[in-house]
C-alpha cells in the first residue's frame, strides 16, 4: 500500500519507543485515548528535527551519487542534504552519497554512478538511488534490497551538462525533476536511534573532548573536519565556495568490504562495503567523541549505537555526516 512518506508521528510520550527502531508503529491521532490531551509532532526520519510547517514531504527520500574528486569539483548542492555518506570506491578514491527528503535541490552534482555499497545507505528510509548510470552487478545489488533507482542511463529526467567540465564528471541533475516522477514511498523508520526531543544526550562512557579529525580511507584518500560554528565541516572538501556541508554529528562505521565482482573502466577492482550488521565505530557529537560499537541488523534496519557501558548512545537532532570505511583498512583520528 502506498503512503505518504512515514515521518514518525510521535507524542512526548511515544517517542522514545518510535526511536529505538522497535516492532510498535508509531500511533496517529484516530489511535490516541479519547479524552487525552496529546501533542503529535511529525519529525524527520533523517535529521530527527521537526518539519517546517508540521508536514513532511510528499516525495520519497533520494540518494544521489557525487563525485568527491578535484576531477568533479566543484561539488554544488551537497549542502542541501539531510544526511552525507562518505563511501569508498575503486582507485583508493571515495564517493559521496547525499540523501534529500526536506529539500530537493535544482542543481546537484557532479553525479557519478551507483555501487551496490548503497543497497544499505538507502535501505534504512527506502531512498530512491538517483546516479548517471551503473554496471549490471551494482544493479543487481539495489535491486535485490528492493530500492528504486533513477539513471541517466535509463533515460531518468533532469540531467543536464556542465558545459565546463568533461564526461564524466559533467553530470548535473535537477532533482526537482525526478521527484516530479516519483512515487510516495513508505519509510521503515528512523536512520537513527535520536535522543528524545527536550532531552539532553546522557554523557557516553569515554567521552573525550575533540576540535579536529581525519578520517582515512585508503592510502591515497583522507577526509580532513574542523569543529566550526554550527557543527563538524570538511577542511579538504570539493564542495562550491559557501556550500560546504556543515553536520551536527559526525558519525565513522568501519564496515566488512568485499570484492564487487567487477573492474572500472580502468582495470581497478570495484570494492563493496557490507552497512550491515555490527562492528566499532566513532560518535562524535559537538566538541565530544566517544568510542562506539554499531549495530545494524538488516539492510534496511536503523542504525543503533553503543558505548564502551554498553549503554545506548542516541543521536542529536541535526544533520549528520556518515565516514563508511573498511573495518580492514579505515582509521580515524581526533584530537
Not at 554498553?310 to 543521536?315: E, K, L, R, S
Request: charged fraction near 15%; proline fraction near 7%; hydrophobic fraction near 35%.
Amino acid at each position: 500500500m502506498k503512503l505518504r512518506l512515514l515521518a514518525l508521528l510521535m507524542s512526548l510520550t511515544l517517542v522514545a519507543s518510535a526511536c529505538s527502531g522497535g516492532d510498535e508503529e508509531p500511533k496517529d491521532d484516530k489511535e490516541s485515548t479519547k479524552g487525552e490531551s496529546t501533542t503529535v509532532t511529525q519529525v524527520s526520519p533523517l535529521t530527527g528535527q521537526e518539519f517546517a510547517g508540521g508536514a513532511p514531504p510528499t516525495n520519497p527520500v533520494f540518494v544521489v551519487k557525487v563525485e568527491n574528486s578535484k576531477s568533479g569539483s566543484p561539488q554544488y548542492g551537497v549542502n542541501q542534504a539531510d544526511l552525507v555518506v562518505e563511501e569508498m570506491v575503486e582507485g583508493g578514491i571515495t564517493r559521496l552519497a547525499a540523501l534529500y527528503y526536506s529539500t530537493l535541490p535544482s542543481k546537484i552534482g557532479h553525479v557519478r554512478s551507483l555501487r551496490g555499497t548503497d543497497a544499505g545507505i538507502a535501505a534504512p528510509v527506502a531512498a530512491h538511488v538517483v546516479a548517471s548510470g551503473g554496471a549490471g552487478p551494482a544493479y543487481s545489488v539495489i535491486n535485490a534490497a528492493g530500492l528504486t533507482t533513477y539513471t541517466e542511463d535509463n533515460n531518468a529526467p533532469g540531467f543536464s551538462t556542465d558545459s565546463a567540465k568533461k564526461r564524466p564528471y559533467n553530470r548535473l541533475l535537477d532533482l526537482t525533476a525526478v521527484a516530479s516522477q516519483a512515487s510516495a514511498t513508505t519509510i521503515p523508520g528512523p536512520y537513527f536511534q535520536f535522543t528524545p526531543a527536550g532531552e539532553a544526550p546522557a554523557a557516553p562512557a569515554g567521552a573525550r573532548p575533540v576540535t579536529s579529525g581525519s578520517v582515512t580511507f585508503s592510502s591515497s584518500h583522507t577526509t580532513s573536519f574542523g569543529l566550526v560554528e554550527g557543527g563538524w565541516a570538511r577542511t579538504n572538501g570539493f564542495a562550491a565556495p559557501g556550500e560546504e556541508f556543515v553536520a551536527n554529528n559526525l558519525v565513522v562505521i568501519y564496515a566488512p568490504e568485499r570484492d564487487a565482482g567487477y573492474k572500472d573502466p580502468a582495470g581497478n577492482r570495484v570494492p563493496e562495503t557490507i552497512f550491515e550488521g555490527s562492528g566499532s565505530g566513532l560518535v562524535v557529537i559537538g566538541g565530544q567523541a566517544v568510542d562506539v560499537t554499531w549495530t545494524k541488523p538488516s539492510l534496511g534496519s536503523t542504525v543503533t549505537f553503543a558505548d564502551s557501558a554498553g549503554n545506548p548512545v542516541t543521536i542529536p537532532a541535526g544533520k549528520t555526516w556518515i565516514e563508511l570505511v573498511s573495518q580492514d583498512r579505515g582509521s580515524a583520528t581526533f584530537q
